[in-house]
């Protein structure tokens, strides 16, 4: 349904073709045509191959997508999504990820159905991919392993920390390889952006339901306004600690990856005065920022909120000025472009020139304020 709504939404047959024969497995013809699901016009895919072994473990797949002639970067995706893939399916069943078998046929097909859309993102010229909530289904599903429920084991686990909602429509709606696909090329999962739109993709699944249009849209354009994305702010309230460890607390949480990290002056129960450690994070980096919080405070449990952000855009920049060269963040405002002077950088030449560090600063603005005006 990913590599359908991309031929949908432009991405040629032919190219496609092409780049999936790079992978030395033989000719695969595409077939794909104009369907209808309750109503809703969908392009469908399906693919032919007189291929007669195809490796069906994971290190076997791997080897073929090192060696193909394909781009860097589709191969970084796709070996990306097997990884994910192979690391939930071997933690499902207990086994090591290099003795995770896919069947023989299902091996192909997730081979075309992961680098397909690989190829697509970069042939459609796609910079970011967001994708909204998983949709999970209920009922089972018969595999090779027998009669499982859904959402799978696997599918689970591959969606662990991301944000799903479940619909009560008996079929899998989402399954283990689109979850890798996604997990591997997006950026976030939520809310689509202000954007632009240029052009919509609908790809469709093989089974007509009752309930719903068994497709997948493809909504592609420019953003426009702010840069968003999704992040989790973790906190926690500590009353009884020395609050002389804060100090290399941030500074060691800031290192780590947080994105931002703060302290608040709070008041707790029965007038208790305390403080609330809180730390902004991206979700891959959040498992290890707790672990070292639980570590070097005496917190026993934290709270976690996945928020939005809004976030103008901006851009790093060197301005030569008579205190040597200094970095500036530039941000792009509704109102215009704001020069915010790197401080530590104004300090350590302000320091060198026995100057103060406002005077560094001022010096910055001016000189990136005449430059943009030149």
């Given amino acids: 349904m990913i590599v359908a709504s991309m031929l949908d939404a432009g991405l040629r047959i032919e190219d496609l073709e092409r780049e999936l024969e790079k992978l030395g497995l033989g000719t695969i013809a595409i077939e794909s045509h104009e369907v209808r699901r309750k109503g ?32 860097e970067k589709v191969k970084e ?17 207990g086994i090591a990820r290099e003795e995770v078998h896919f069947h023989e046929v299902g091996s192909l097909d997730s081979i075309v159905d992961v680098v397909g859309a690989m190829i697509g993102i970069e042939f459609l010229g796609l910079e970011e991919v967001v994708s909204s909530p998983l949709s999970f289904g209920t009922g089972s599903v018969e595999c090779e392993h027998g009669i499982l429920p859904v959402p799978s084991p696997a599918t689970l686990e591959l969606a662990r920390g991301l944000p799903a909602r479940g619909w009560k429509i008996e079929s899998e709606l989402t399954t283990p390889t689109g979850v890798a696909i996604l997990r591997a090329c997006a950026s976030y999962f939520g809310e689509m952006p202000a954007m632009e739109v240029h052009t919509t993709g609908y790809g469709a699944g093989t089974r007509e339901l009752d309930e719903i249009p068994n497709v997948m849209r493809l909504v592609i354009g420019e953003k426009i306004g702010f840069e968003t994305d999704r992040a989790y702010i973790v906190e926690t309230n500590i009353d009884d600690m020395n609050p002389e460890v804060f100090s290399h607390l941030i500074g060691d949480l800031l290192s780590m990856g947080a ?108 000189v990136f304020k005449t430059k943009a005006c030149d």
């Fill in 77 to 93: 995706w796709s070996l990306k999504a097997f990884d994910l893939l192979a690391t939930a399916e071997a933690k499902v069943h």
């Fill in 259 to 366: 994105l931002d990290a703060w302290v608040t002056n709070i008041i707790m129960k029965k007038g208790r005065p305390a403080f609330k450690l809180s730390f902004l994070c991206a979700q891959d980096e959040m498992s290890r920022l707790i672990n070292y919080t639980f570590t070097e405070t005496t917190t026993s449990g934290v709270r976690i909120h996945e928020v939005g952000r809004y976030k103008l855009q901006r851009r790093v920049v060197e301005v030569e000025t008579r205190f040597g060269k200094i970095r500036a963040k530039v941000f792009e405002t509704p109102s215009g472009t704001r020069c915010v002077p790197e401080y530590e950088d104004c300090l350590k030449a302000a320091r060198t020139k026995a100057v103060p560090v406002s005077e560094v600063m001022d010096e910055v603005r001016h």
């Fill in 40 to 71: 809703i016009r969908a392009r469908s895919f399906r693919f032919s191959s007189k291929q007669q072994s195809v490796p069906v473990k994971y290190a076997g797949i791997v080897d073929i997508i090192k060696a193909a002639g394909l781009s």
